[in-house]
């Protein structure tokens, strides 16, 4: 109860003493600051500005675990109801399911994959089921809490019960001395986390997560509701609040209640909740079942086994499902086979000077490419596909934008072939030079503005490529052959030693530019079917742009 955190909770400095001896503690684990990391690099992209599409998928993209099990999870069957089912790049799980999804997707997952590989493993994976579902009722039930981002109502349920989480991961000795004392003498949680860790879960999981950047809407969210009726929400933050405090109360009923007294307690929950939740019992049922369906084919997706899980098993029961739902296994992102590309007919490349061809492609083991598994042919070939298809059915939805399409592209490029970096470079007519747009890769920022060169030079091998219209690969920029037709802006600012070059002709003139590079000469190697591919990637931009024009 509030009550009780002001009577026993520290104050002021002495709170915030307790909070950073803590943090420090959990500094010392390897896997803590990877995890702040992840997740205020979540944080930090705005959804409200253009650039925070293309920023979140490059950074889910840099952790090639989190992109497949994240493709994983918006290709099962509770996202098909918004064009899920057939998504095999980032780019357009953001379009097709929106930035706040996508990025509460990515946050559940990131806390999942590294709240779990610890001794009391199965201990934790059963409390993250539980907040896990405890986010999928809040977002079902957004609505009736009159909260417009369901998003938002997700992560702030699975957040009311971070601090419990994280002291079961990083201080379980702790946590088992606390639940001993709340189970032998009767003492609340608040008083037993206070004794033994020197604040409360609730302080410990705001304090953690103000450091890890998540906005103060969502950290108000964390708050224990007082005892008694709660009064109808005048602000978001108490919608969020009571939406929140509502899901891991109902949660925590699930678990405790015997079936006897099941119908006893939901009418509870229901009238304390009744002004700010309108909610019937009968509804509250199917709102149960949908959760629990949906959670089914989360957890399919991250290869969590439910039927293990007390929790889940409970929470079947009252939902009214015989068993724990399940579904058949969820194929890896880039499995599915749509009709094969036509080779494009454009140019081929300078066989003499600026091509090789070569029977394999490997990725660089030391580079960060986004990949971390061999890219074989034919996983190449089949993500390249699979991104062809992406891209074909966002041509005909009018609600894509062209710069959405373009960034499915470069994806496609940049995950299918281990590129480095992937960089999409447009005209700038009135200057007439071509400049960086976007891309992918490590310090891709950096390299964008790096690309802004004049068309108007002496010719270079980009302005051969773009003059010509022809696909250019530079296995070696020190070559002798090719040396003196590398442009200086490229070697003062670009440490890759070998890239391929696809310029965007519309009519006759070059309108943009596709870059890929590797850091080595000789890392990249295009067999044929790729290169066919790859060409056909570049001519679905060439259609996209003329579309818009």
Known sequence: MRDEHALLEPEGETRESALDILL????????????SEAIGDINRIASSEREGVNELSNTILRDFALTNKLLKVVNVAFYNHVGGGSISTISRAVVVLGFDTVRSIALSLILFDNLENKAHAQLLKEEFVKVLYAGMLAREMAGKAQVKDAEEAFIGAMLHNLGRLLAMFYFPEETAAIRQRVESEGVSDVRASVDVLGLSFESLGMGVARNWGFPDQLVQTMKVLPGGKIRKSTSTIEQLRALAAFSNELCDIILTTPDADRGKALAQLTARFGDSLPVTEKQLYAVMEHSMQDIA??????????TQSAFAQQAS??????????????????????????????????????????????????????????LTSERTQSILTSGLQDISNSLIDEAVSINDILRMILEAMYTGMGFAHVVLCIKDGRRNTMCGKFGFGSDVQRLIKAFDFSLAEKPDVFLVALQNNADILITDIDDPKIATRIPAWYRHNVSARTFVLFPIIVKGKPVGLIYADRPEPGDIAIPEKELSLLKSLRNQAVLAIRQSL
Do not use: C
């Not at 749509?338 to 080779?343: D, E, G, H, L």
């Open 24 to 35: 420090r503690r959990m500094r010392t684990e390897s896997d803590f600051p990877a995890l």
């Open 297 to 306: 084919q989360f957890a399919l997706a991250v290869k969590v086994n439910l």
């Open 317 to 374: 029961k009252w939902a009214g499902l015989a068993k724990v739902p399940g579904a058949a296994p969820v194929p890896e992102a880039g499995q599915d086979t749509p009709a094969a590309a036509t080779p494009d007919a454009a140019a081929e490349l300078d066989a003499s000077v600026l091509h090789q061809h070569a029977l394999v492609l490997e990725p660089n083991p030391d580079e960060d490419t986004g990949a971390s598994q061999p």
